[in-house]
């Protein structure tokens, strides 16, 4: 049986939001909102694993489009 996830749905600006609530700079965010619709929220964070402190924390620095060049 499935458990059931207690998380809420983000929309995607939500998502993004909270890309840049963890440390994550943002300079287009119509663009990265568009990414995120297409890739995913989960597909994307995986490659933002190299410019990561720690979980759920960015380096200083750390761009979207330092992600996104890695897709």
Known sequence: MAEKCDKPA???RQQ??????RGLAIAD???????????????LSAYGV??????????PGATFENVRALV
């Open 10 to 12: 983000l929309t995607f």
């Open 16 to 21: 993004a939001e909270l890309l840049e609530k």
């Open 29 to 43: 965010r119509a663009a990265a909102e568009a990414m995120l619709a297409d890739t995913n929220y989960y597909r």
């Open 50 to 59: 190299p410019f990561r402190r720690e979980r759920d924390v960015f380096l």
